[in-house]
């Protein structure tokens, strides 16, 4: 038994002997020398209720100390640490040079746990971007504000939560995360999100895709995403484009991935009400294919037929020369075209996964909290981020599910027939080349 508890009820014994001497809490007979109602004691004595109620409500104010003490000691216990405010001393205190002293995965554990990041990456990024980040007078080191701003991509805080955690004004939380975001999606894009042009890549790249389709010459795969965002601003013009097919407003993320799930072209310029069509001829990588900016050596002749490195997307792309899409988006083809789908759906598969990992590894953009003018820019700078980890093979966290897709083919307008036409030949002589290589099996 508790020796707090035996200890009150000694106490209890000592007072009801010092009230009435002649009774006992453990005797249930009275004894023959308190048998007048006027003696002193018998006030105490005569009646067993009040020394009862005290008894009971002594007891009950016990149990209730003990309660609230094991509660609050619970609750300190399952209290995060991460609840204490992150000043710079404390953040130097795991970053100094002694963390490399800790065990290589014990550290880099605890830095992707906080900054979705091992520490040789974190150190990465913050030596690639300290110079800029020095530029800009800011009163912070530059590794306090990197890991600021990674904990807030990876976890998905808002400004107030940040700033609760790092003891800083939301103002200012906002500000160094719009100015990271920045300096990750324009200094450290061009050399992290490269298009696949240098021979050796490009090689490697389609090389990589043909084992995995047995489609000759893919060197990417392309598809978009809806960027939730948490909420539009009173003052947006046109709110009703931001709302996608899926039932929340959204900006609209495109990009290009290769067979390591590496991000080599990214664009968001899209509210999220538009197409997938459209959105690709708005961008930049489609006026560079268009006007043959993007130039990739590597012909291969199937069957009398000059094939060039190509993309592959779902029905929701327009057929091109450089970017092929399924004959059908329902499986109704005929047994050609439906083994060409699926091989050319599999190619597809890579992108549709590294974007999964995308918005596994930065939850930010699972409901995305900052303004509509700096959501480009953060949701590019988490690409890039995530090519980083990609490129640094990372641990590869549980795929975030993308909702299904929905829709129809877009027309083919007149500027795009050409190509259209290329695109489809080329799509049929691949189709054929593959069931007769499966044929003679």
């Given at each position: 038994m508790d020796q707090s508890?035996?200890?009150?009820?000694?106490?209890?014994?000592?007072?009801?002997?010092?009230?009435?001497?002649?009774?006992?809490?453990?005797?249930?007979?009275?004894?023959?020398?308190?048998?007048?109602?006027?003696?002193?004691?018998?006030?105490?004595?005569?009646?067993?209720?009040?020394?009862?109620?005290f008894t009971i409500a002594t007891v009950l104010s016990y149990i209730t100390t003990i309660t609230t003490s094991s509660s609050s000691t619970t609750s300190s216990a399952s209290s995060p640490s991460t609840t204490t405010p992150i000043s710079v001393s404390a953040f130097r205190a795991l970053s100094t040079d002694h963390i490399w002293s800790?065990?290589?995965?014990?550290?880099?554990?605890?830095?992707?746990?906080?900054?979705?990041?091992?520490?040789?990456?974190?150190?990465?990024?913050?030596?690639?971007?300290?110079p800029y980040i020095s530029q800009s007078n800011l009163s912070l080191p530059s590794d306090y504000a990197v890991a600021m701003v990674l904990s807030r991509l990876c976890h998905g805080y808002s400004a107030k939560t940040t700033?609760?955690?790092?003891?800083?004004?939301?103002?200012?939380?906002?500000?160094?995360?719009?100015?990271?975001?920045?300096?990750?999606?324009?200094?450290?894009?061009?050399?992290?999100?490269?298009i696949p042009v240098s021979r050796r890549r490009l090689y490697d790249t389609t090389q990589a895709f043909e084992e995995l389709t047995k489609l000759p010459n893919m060197c990417g795969a392309i598809d978009g995403s809806a960027i939730r965002i948490n909420k539009l601003s009173g003052d947006v013009q046109n709110p009703s484009a931001y709302w996608s097919r899926y039932g929340y407003n959204s900006v609209l993320l495109q990009v290009v991935a290769d067979h390591k799930k590496i991000f080599w072209d990214v664009c968001v310029k899209a509210a999220g009400g538009t197409d997938?069509?459209?959105?690709?001829?708005?961008?930049?990588?489609?006026?560079?294919?268009?006007?043959?900016?993007?130039?990739?050596d590597k012909v291969m002749n199937v069957k009398g037929h000059h094939v060039r490195p190509y993309i592959v997307g779902d029905?929701?792309?327009?057929?091109?020369?450089?970017?092929?899409?399924p004959f059908t988006w329902n499986g109704t083809g005929s047994p050609v075209q439906n083994t060409f789908d699926a091989a050319l759906m599999k190619g597809r598969s890579v992108v549709v996964e590294a974007i999964g990992l995308l918005k596994a590894r930065w939850r930010i953009l699972q409901d995305l909290n900052v303004g509509l003018n700096h959501a480009p820019q953060t949701v590019v700078a988490c690409c890039v981020?995530?090519?980083?980890?990609?490129i640094?093979?990372?641990?590869?966290?549980e795929i975030w599910k993308e909702p299904e897709e929905m829709g129809h083919p877009p027309r083919v307008p007149e500027s795009e027939k050409s190509y259209y036409y290329f695109g489809e030949c080329t799509r049929q002589v691949l189709a054929d080349d593959l069931h007769q290589k499966l044929q003679s099996r």
């Amino acid at each position: 038994m508790d020796q707090s508890f035996l200890l009150m009820l000694s106490n209890l014994l000592h007072l009801h002997n010092h009230l009435d001497p002649t009774t006992s809490l453990l005797s249930a007979t009275p004894s023959p020398t308190s048998t007048s109602p006027s003696s002193p004691s018998s006030l105490f004595s005569s009646s067993a209720a009040p020394l009862l109620f005290f008894t009971i409500a002594t007891v009950l104010s016990y149990i209730t100390t003990i309660t609230t003490s094991s509660s609050s000691t619970t609750s300190s216990a399952s209290s995060p640490s991460t609840t204490t405010p992150i000043s710079v001393s404390a953040f130097r205190a795991l970053s100094t040079d002694h963390i490399w002293s800790i065990e290589p995965h014990l550290r880099d554990s605890q830095w992707r746990s906080s900054y979705g990041l091992s520490y040789p990456v974190f150190t990465t990024v913050v030596d690639k971007l300290k110079p800029y980040i020095s530029q800009s007078n800011l009163s912070l080191p530059s590794d306090y504000a990197v890991a600021m701003v990674l904990s807030r991509l990876c976890h998905g805080y808002s400004a107030k939560t940040t700033a609760k955690r790092y003891s800083l004004e939301p103002y200012l939380v906002s500000k160094i995360t719009n100015m990271v975001t920045r300096l990750l999606a324009t200094k450290l894009y061009p050399e992290f999100i490269k298009i696949p042009v240098s021979r050796r890549r490009l090689y490697d790249t389609t090389q990589a895709f043909e084992e995995l389709t047995k489609l000759p010459n893919m060197c990417g795969a392309i598809d978009g995403s809806a960027i939730r965002i948490n909420k539009l601003s009173g003052d947006v013009q046109n709110p009703s484009a931001y709302w996608s097919r899926y039932g929340y407003n959204s900006v609209l993320l495109q990009v290009v991935a290769d067979h390591k799930k590496i991000f080599w072209d990214v664009c968001v310029k899209a509210a999220g009400g538009t197409d997938d069509a459209t959105h690709l001829r708005d961008s930049l990588l489609y006026n560079r294919l268009i006007s043959g900016d993007v130039v990739w050596d590597k012909v291969m002749n199937v069957k009398g037929h000059h094939v060039r490195p190509y993309i592959v997307g779902d029905w929701h792309y327009p057929m091109l020369s450089f970017l092929l899409t399924p004959f059908t988006w329902n499986g109704t083809g005929s047994p050609v075209q439906n083994t060409f789908d699926a091989a050319l759906m599999k190619g597809r598969s890579v992108v549709v996964e590294a974007i999964g990992l995308l918005k596994a590894r930065w939850r930010i953009l699972q409901d995305l909290n900052v303004g509509l003018n700096h959501a480009p820019q953060t949701v590019v700078a988490c690409c890039v981020l995530h090519n980083l980890c990609q490129i640094a093979k990372e641990p590869v966290p549980e795929i975030w599910k993308e909702p299904e897709e929905m829709g129809h083919p877009p027309r083919v307008p007149e500027s795009e027939k050409s190509y259209y036409y290329f695109g489809e030949c080329t799509r049929q002589v691949l189709a054929d080349d593959l069931h007769q290589k499966l044929q003679s099996r």
